[in-house]
């Protein structure tokens, strides 16, 4: 066999940056062989300036929403962008196919080879046909009125079963509530028993009203049902924030992945972390600046030792489908968070979140995980003119 030698200014496994010059070794098809001292290589290695890293994975991402690209105004908060959302979900079906294949060789170029993505229809299923990159396909319910929960399960469960087919591997998807604030007790009750051994994902607290309406029944949560005439009779506020609410709900999957967590404070966080040891907390940072125009306390995440990865949202409330320029984002606005600190959120954790540690995440032995080059680094930290290179 042939192989491939790359030596580049860093290397970054998917856990740690080599302080000394390292050669990765690789077949041609990206196969992982090795990382070796310079001495130790050989000859024919090729030397490239920039950080050799794995391929990125995005943990959360609505495929099915790429036609919204630059639609949807900003800033207008998470209610109006719901409303705006549904106002323009009428577009014809070959428009739709062609921003997904897009958007999909779009995060292919900017080094993502795997996806969790939100699946609320069967649209995504003919670009994941072609294979190009791993999915975890989220179904994802939303039923609010009681009344609701039946057909919502029953939907969902052919859903799921049209992916399944597709995929052929159970592992990779799974039912799913939406939010607390659009789940009921009913169609929860249905959904708990296929939580059992399944990796679950729920927005949580992506707005400050999210928990204000779990708090006090009030606020732009309940304005918002008001508007689309929705009764809010049977809902028993229960007087806490909405993560002491639905946590419990979630005891029975193996893992769990709360997404945005813009208005978590630190008792949210330490509670989710004393709940299960295979909790994620997946970081959407220009979704939050999109919607909400805020940014979660990530500090306060990687001060209290959370297990982080990233997402990007969908083009209805971001500008790219981008890990690169997650991480650019968090980098602006919280400069003491160092880019050995966040690739692992951008690779082998988004790996074990989505359960494709055995292939992806990082350079060990065997794995094929993509291999991607970080080109215009400053001392090797992420800069604004920073760029990505598929080598792999």
């Known amino acids: 066999m042939s192989y491939r030698k790359l030596k580049a200014d860093y290397l970054f496994d998917g856990h740690k940056i080599y302080e000394e010059a390292a050669v990765l070794i690789c077949g041609q098809d990206g196969t992982l062989e090795a990382i070796v001292g310079e001495k130790e290589a050989g000859g024919d290695v090729e030397e490239i300036s920039g950080m050799l890293s794995p391929g990125f994975i995005n943990s959360h ?31 014809s079906g070959e428009l739709k196919l062609q921003a997904m294949i897009t958007a ?165 966080m330490m509670q989710a972390r004393s709940f299960s040891d295979n909790l994620f907390f997946c970081l959407c940072p220009n979704a939050n600046r999109y919607i909400e125009d805020c940014l979660p306390d990530i500090p306060l995440f990687v001060k209290n030792k959370c297990q982080i990865v990233l997402g990007t949202d969908s083009l209805a409330s971001n500008h790219q489908l981008s890990i690169l320029e997650e991480m650019k984002t968090i980098k602006k606005n919280f400069p003491s968070i160092t880019l050995s600190q966040m690739l692992p959120w951008a690779t082998s954790n988004g790996a074990r979140a989505l359960g494709f540690e055995e292939k992806l995440g990082d350079f060990s032995r065997g794995k094929k995980p993509g291999i991607v080059l970080l080109e215009n680094l400053a001392n090797g930290e992420l800069v604004e003119t920073t760029t990505i290179k598929r080598i792999l």
Not at 66 to 71: A, I, N, Q, Y
């Open 104 to 268: 999909e060789s779009d995060m292919l170029r900017s080094g993502i080879v795997a996806v969790g993505d939100i699946c609320n229809t069967s649209d995504s299923l003919i670009p994941k046909a072609a294979k190009r990159m791993a999915y975890f396909n989220f179904i994802e319910l939303f039923g609010w009125l009681p009344a609701q929960a039946t057909a919502r399960f029953e939907a969902g469960e052919k859903l799921i079963a049209l992916f399944s087919k597709q995929e052929q591997n159970e592992d990779h998807q799974s039912l799913n509530p939406h939010a607390p604030y659009s789940v009921s007790d009913e169609l929860w009750n249905l959904l708990a028993p296929r939580f059992r051994g399944k990796t679950i994902t729920i927005h949580n607290q992506e707005s400050a009203a999210e928990n204000e309406f779990f708090e006090s029944g009030k606020g732009d949560l309940s304005r918002m049902y008001t508007l689309m005439n929705i009764d809010t009779r049977h809902f028993k506020v229960p007087g806490t924030r909405s993560l002491p609410y639905y946590l419990p709900k979630l005891k029975t999957a193996s893992k769990i992945l709360l997404v945005h967590n813009s208005f978590m404070k630190e008792a949210d």
């Open 61 to 91: 991402c609505h495929l099915e929403l790429s036609h919204l690209k630059g639609l949807i105004p900003e800033k207008q908060g998470l209610v109006n962008f719901v409303f705006s959302v549904v106002n323009h979900r009428n577009l």
